[in-house]
Each structure stands twice: as structure tokens, then as C-alpha cells.
């Protein structure tokens, strides 16, 4: 006989992981206890077979529950004669050792749960919060460490008996689930029809322990029909082409019918989104691949707990309305991951546009009374719930590049899991980012914790959600505040500012700030989650402040986590209007131009300005004179340039509208062979963009508008390269 003691360290708390260690030891034959540790870690001690006790640490490594992540295993072994344990048995732990613990992401309704919810004999047939510790919201319900019920949303529902079994016994699967819920005792979900809005009270604003049901003067008489169906309610109102909006785990969504263009041009009237790309939630994969062909790999991705938003190349022909993502290639899609989902799919079976319930400019809306009074004149019915979400938590999207999945926004079912970073020592920073698409991140202890996406912060208001989820990640990660506060170099900024506030204010931690060069900051970020030192790094971005003042973008940076050298990257070329011409494409063909002497006969052949000839005059004399015409390197602006060269994009309605309209124009063009033209700027060699854009033009004259565009990002790639 042998007795082991074993130490795991990772994500092994609130995931299901000592019911799992039970199971498996007492299949094995194996005695012993299984207790959480304090430091976040989980200590078993056993007893049995040698041979056993090999199982059992090559099943801890193989087949540990999906939202568990073993990091470290270390295992003591020695002979015994007399066993101390003659049972396995969970050891609840001491309230002092409750503490620490990583909190895992939410993650969509787990394969076991969804057969519960179909079961007619189930109690948790047909209820849409039904959970357990293998899959459902954490991160978004949770106010602070412990993870337990009375630190989540979760809260505001005593569990009734049944359910308090089920949470008390160690073989069940529910077994210490947190957001454990039944029809009996939990979050009630009610359909409001839009005219009726006016009768929600402020519900869901409460502190947890009052949570309610959302419309509670219409108890009774549940349904506008006084159906009690709140699910067929929503369902039938998306089928007649209506707007719904839908609360889900992190937040909420605008949806309707996917395939009814005057429900999709409804909602984008509505919601003054004129152009912007809307992702939409399939019923299932075969759905997905009636609009999209998704690799393997891809419908794995699709169908994995974290369930992101793929951006996937669409079918020339489906029944999707082509104005979900008007003129692109891609659309984003995702298949249901809360119970809401699923049971409104039971009804629909067409893809639905799934679009963050957000006002322009605003965070998206996660309150009861909030999104009512927000979504009034957008939205012709409110399918929402009583539990209230703690932190909000966008969808996540990627993208499959070369067979390996990219992430474009990493939020739900990632956040607030670390990354690791070697070599930062003692390092314990806190970084705020610049000011668009913006998440902010905690290292500490060689570990960065990154908060869910937060997006714009250049309002008081947007900026506000920043300090809130960095708080907010703080209290869950049980970190201190750190003394040293990284943020984007542009002095204007408002977290340049914010950080300087926090180092002059004596009852803060802060120390120190330290400004980062925004395509230092992408290179560095790119090293770490590759975990290299150093690298040759190419960044084709937007915007970024650069220190000699002007307009970073498209860059070639010899970097180091620590420093960086710009070594190359695109020529300088002028702005005609500054942000104007960021806005209109034609300002930066004409900027790019500028050194043309047939300026004036090439942008009355190619550029269409919003105000004619006159604002074509205009662009011309602030070309010659200077004024208000900064310089920039931007690989966006350059794209911009070509788009409104090939006529896809005279006015950018959302952020990289021209260059994701050039680049679905161009997946239908040959790119064709021309050298990238160099030149030097400030000792440096550059991609020549403007000498670039005359062979472009010259191509024009006798190729399609889609070889242009093809050449014009193989040419860019190339020469950056
Ligand atoms: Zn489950
Ligand atoms: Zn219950």
C-alpha cells in the first residue's frame, strides 16, 4: 500500500473538480479525503494500490472537468503498513482557507444541462437557468472572491430544498454549483411587449439580495396574451419580423429574423446603424453550414464551451439577408449558449441577427429598467430576466487564419482567465490601454488578467465601464492594487490622464506611470502571448500617437518587450483634413496623390467627396498650403486610399469599414506582380505608398476593380514584409 499526497494548482475551484477527484478515487478503490486549499489550489491525500494511485494522477491530467485547467501537479508518495482513511470523502473547507481562487469564464450551457432542460421528466424541463459546475455564467454574476452563492447575483434566490440537496451532494453534478437554480426558486424570465414598457419599475438595480421578477406588477398575468410562454411570445414576435430584444448571461442583445430583409432594415433604422456588420446566432451547426462552409477545426470552435463569434467566409447564396453584413465576405457567427437561446430556438429556426444592445456611443445595457428605457422606440418586445448581471461581458470573436484560431475581441468564455507571462518577476502593473476597443489588464505574480472588452472609452461615461471592470477584476482576482500604471503615449487621452490623476493622488497606490508607444504596446503584447523576447515586429493598424508627433500606423518595429526601434514601415503622407479624412476616403486617395500633377483631373476621374467639386477644391488647397494636414504612416489610411480608389467605400460608417469592404472585394481579384516601391524617410526605408498608389492606378486603367484591390494588400504585405 502507498500513500500520496497531491497538491493541484490552476482553475480546480468552483469547476466541479473535488466532486471529480471523488468520483475518480472511488472508482479506483482509492481512500482519502479531497479538500480546496486557501491559495486557491486543491489537496488530496490517498491512500491505495500503487497502480491505483497512477490512475488516478493520469486521470487528474486526462480527463479533468471541461472548465478546469491543471497547471501544476505535485505529488508525495511513500509505502504505508496501516491505512488512516477507510472511505473517500470531501472535506468542506474552513471559511479562513475559502479565499483566492481564479475564477473561471462564463461558458455556454454544457451537453448535460441542455438534456435536462429537454427532459419532460426533468425538473428543470424547460427552464432556462438550469446550471452546473461544469458550464453556465460565473464571471458575469460574481461580485468578489470567495466564489460562493452569496457573493454572486445569485444571491437575491434562497435555494429551496431540492435544489439544496443536489448542492450538498458530492455525486451530483451540481454539487457546489454557485448559480445552482430551479423553476422552484430561481430567476424567472417574462416577455414584455414594447408598448408596455412603460410599466417596468426600476427592478434588477437592487442589490443582490432583492433580486425580482423583472416586471413585477404583472405577475399573474405573465404573457400579454396571459399565456405563460414568455419564450413562444418572443419566438412568435421574432417570426412576424418584429425586434426583440434578448437578455442573456453577459448582457444583452437586438435580434430578429436573419432572413427577413425588412426585419434586418427595421433594426438598422432603428438603431442608426447604417452599414455596420451584424453577427447572427444560428439554431445549429447544420444552419451554419447552410450559410457559411466552416472548416472542422472551425465547427469545433463554433461548438466549444467559450462559443465565440467566428468570422466566417459567407455563401454567395443563402437565405440570410444580404444586408446583415452589407458588402462583406464574412459574417459573424455563433450558435446558442445560454438556455434562452436554446428554448427560442426550439421555436425559430432561422438564423437570428444577434447585435449588442448598446445606445451609439454607449456600453452595452445589462439592467432591467435600463435597457427598457433605453431600447423603447428600437425594440417591439423585451424578453428579460430577473438575475442580475454583475459585470457585462461581450460576445468574443475570432477569426481562423491559416487553420489556427485569432482573436479579434476576447471577452465571454475568456474573461478573466490570465495569461502568463515569463520573466516579469515581481512586476505588478496595471495597464489602461489607449482609448478605442480598449481592455485594461493586472500583472501581477507573472500573470496578466486581462478585463472583458470594455471598447470605447472616449466618453466620461464609456470611460467609467474601464475603472469598473478593472475594479471589478481586482475584487475577483483578490489582487492588489498596483503601484505602477501603464498607459497609450497620446498626452490627450483619458487614460494618459487617468493614470496621471492616480500618481498625484496621495491615498493611491500608484508610483509611477509609464507611457507605451501604441505599436510598441500591440508588438510587446504579441511577444508576451508568444512568450519571446524579442522580434521584428509589423504592425498594419489605424492609428497610434507616435513621439515625433505625427500619425502612427502601418510600422516596422525592432522590439523587445522593454524598448523598440522604428526600423521601417509606410512613407509619410498627408491628411487632408485630419479627421475628416479619416471619415471620407476620397481626402486620403487625394493625400496620397498629392505629389501628382494631374491632381485635380485624377480625383474628378476617381474620388467622389460628399460635397463635389467644391470640397475637392478645398482638399487641394489644404494639400498645398499644409493646413490642417497632419502626416501619417497608417496602414488604415492607405487601405482607405485604395477603397476609394476601387469605389467600394466613399463614407466610413464604422471603424475599418473601408479596408473589410476592400478586402472582400479583393478575395474576388488576382494580385498582380509589382514590386513594392521603397524609399527612405528619416534614415529609415519605407514602403513608398504614394509611388504604390500610381501603379495601382495605372492597373486600373485595364484591370477589374477587384485585381486592384487584391494587389494593392498583396502589395502592402509584401513590402512591409
Ligand atoms: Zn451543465
Ligand atoms: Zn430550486
Redesign the pocket.
Known amino acids: 500500500m502507498e500513500r500520496a499526497t497531491v497538491t493541484v494548482n490552476g482553475v480546480v475551484q468552483s469547476v466541479g473538480f473535488r466532486p471529480f477527484v471523488y468520483r475518480t478515487a472511488v472508482d479506483l478503490g482509492l481512500q482519502g479525503t479531497v479538500r480546496n486549499r486557501g491559495d486557491a489550489g486543491v489537496l488530496v491525500e490517498l491512500e491505495g494500490d500503487p497502480d491505483d494511485i497512477d490512475a488516478f494522477l493520469a486521470e487528474l491530467r486526462e480527463n479533468d472537468p471541461p472548465l478546469a485547467r491543471v497547471e501544476r501537479v505535485e505529488t508525495d508518495r511513500e509505502p504505508a503498513d496501516e491505512p488512516s482513511f477507510s472511505t473517500f470523502g470531501i472535506v468542506a473547507s474552513a471559511a479562513s482557507e475559502g479565499g483566492g481562487g481564479t475564477i473561471p469564464p462564463d461558458t455556454a450551457?454544457?451537453?448535460?444541462?441542455?438534456a435536462?432542460m429537454r427532459d419532460p421528466d426533468s425538473r428543470y424541463h424547460d427552464y432556462w437557468a438550469?446550471?452546473?459546475?461544469?458550464?453556465?455564467p460565473r464571471f458575469t454574476i460574481v461580485e468578489s472572491v470567495p466564489y460562493d452563492r452569496p457573493t454572486t447575483s445569485m444571491a437575491a434566490f434562497p435555494l429551496c430544498e431540492d435544489c439544496r440537496e443536489e448542492y450538498e451532494d458530492p455525486t451530483d453534478?451540481?454539487y457546489h454549483?454557485q448559480a445552482i437554480a430551479c423553476p422552484d426558486c430561481g430567476p424567472t424570465l417574462r416577455y414584455l411587449p414594447g408598448e408596455l414598457v412603460g410599466t417596468i419599475d426600476g427592478s434588477n438595480t437592487a442589490p443582490p439580495a432583492e433580486g425580482r421578477d423583472p416586471f413585477p406588477d404583472r405577475r399573474g398575468s405573465r404573457g400579454a396574451s396571459g399565456s405563460d410562454d414568455p419564450i413562444r411570445e418572443a419566438a412568435t414576435a421574432l417570426a412576424d419580423g418584429d425586434v426583440v430584444v434578448v437578455k442573456g448571461i453577459g448582457g444583452a442583445h437586438i435580434a430578429c429574423d436573419g432572413t427577413n430583409p425588412e426585419a434586418v432594415a427595421r433594426l438598422r433604422d432603428r438603431t442608426d446603424r447604417t452599414g455596420k456588420p451584424f453577427a447572427v446566432m444560428a439554431p445549429d451547426v447544420e444552419s451554419v453550414e447552410s450559410i457559411a462552409a466552416p472548416t472542422p477545426a472551425e465547427r469545433r470552435s463554433l461548438t466549444s464551451p467559450r462559443r465565440p463569434i467566428l468570422l466566417l467566409d459567407r455563401r454567395a447564396e443563402s437565405r440570410l439577408a444580404a444586408d446583415v453584413t452589407p458588402g462583406l465576405h464574412t459574417v459573424g457567427v455563433m450558435l446558442p449558449y445560454s438556455g434562452v437561446h436554446h428554448l427560442l430556438f426550439d421555436h425559430v429556426d432561422v438564423p437570428l441577427v444577434m447585435t449588442s444592445a448598446n445606445l451609439p456611443g454607449q456600453p452595452m445595457l445589462t439592467h432591467n429598467d435600463a435597457i427598457a428605457a433605453g431600447l423603447r422606440d428600437v425594440a417591439d418586445g423585451f424578453l428579460l430576466h430577473d438575475r442580475r448581471i454583475v459585470a457585462r461581458c461581450d460576445d468574443s470573436v475570432a477569426r481562423f487564419v491559416d487553420g489556427e484560431r485569432r482573436l479579434v475581441r476576447r471577452s465571454r468564455g475568456f474573461t478573466p482567465s490570465s495569461v502568463p507571462i515569463s520573466d516579469a518577476g515581481e512586476a505588478h502593473v496595471l495597464g489602461l490601454g489607449p482609448e478605442l476597443d480598449v481592455v485594461g489588464g493586472v500583472l501581477a505574480d507573472g500573470e496578466c488578467h486581462l478585463t472583458q472588452y470594455v471598447g470605447d472609452v472616449d466618453t466620461l461615461e464609456t470611460f467609467e465601464q474601464l475603472t469598473t471592470a478593472v475594479d471589478h477584476l481586482l475584487d475577483i482576482t483578490g489582487r492588489d492594487r498596483p503601484g505602477i500604471v501603464a498607459h497609450d503615449a497620446h498626452p490627450a487621452f483619458r487614460t494618459t490622464e487617468y493614470a496621471r490623476r492616480l500618481a498625484d493622488d496621495d491615498a493611491s497606490p500608484v508610483e509611477r506611470t509609464v507611457a507605451v508607444q501604441h505599436h510598441h504596446a500591440h508588438a510587446a503584447s504579441v511577444l508576451a502571448e508568444h512568450d519571446r523576447r524579442g522580434a521584428i515586429a509589423i504592425t498594419v493598424d489605424g492609428v497610434g500617437y507616435g513621439p515625433d508627433g505625427t500619425v502612427w500606423g502601418g510600422e516596422v518595429l525592432d522590439a523587445t518587450r522593454a524598448a523598440y526601434e522604428r526600423v521601417g514601415g509606410l512613407a509619410p503622407v498627408p491628411m487632408p483634413g485630419g479627421d475628416r479624412a479619416t471619415r471620407y476616403p476620397a481626402r486620403m486617395l487625394a493625400g496620397l496623390l498629392a505629389h501628382r500633377e494631374d491632381l485635380e483631373t485624377l480625383l474628378e476621374a476617381h474620388a467622389t467627396f460628399p460635397n463635389g467639386s467644391e470640397e475637392r477644391r478645398l482638399v487641394r488647397q489644404q494639400l498645398a498650403a499644409g493646413v490642417n494636414t497632419p502626416t501619417t504612416t497608417s496602414a488604415g489610411r492607405f487601405l482607405d486610399a485604395v477603397s476609394a480608389l476601387v469605389g467600394v467605400c466613399d463614407e466610413r460608417t464604422y471603424e475599418g469599414e473601408p479596408a473589410m469592404r476592400l478586402e472582400a472585394l479583393a478575395t474576388r481579384g488576382t494580385p498582380r506582380s509589382v514590386e513594392p516601391p521603397s524609399a527612405t524617410a528619416d534614415g529609415r526605408r519605407v514602403l513608398d505608398t504614394p509611388r504604390l498608389l500610381d501603379r495601382l492606378l495605372e492597373l486600373a486603367e485595364g484591370s477589374s476593380r477587384a485585381d486592384v484591390a487584391a494587389t494593392a494588400q498583396d502589395t502592402l504585405a509584401r513590402g512591409l514584409a
Not at 109 to 114: N, P, S
Not at 130 to 136: A, I, N, R, S, Y
Request: proline share 0%; net charge negative.
Open positions: 450551457m454544457c451537453e448535460a444541462c441542455v435536462d438550469t446550471g452546473c459546475v461544469d458550464c453556465g453534478r451540481r454549483a
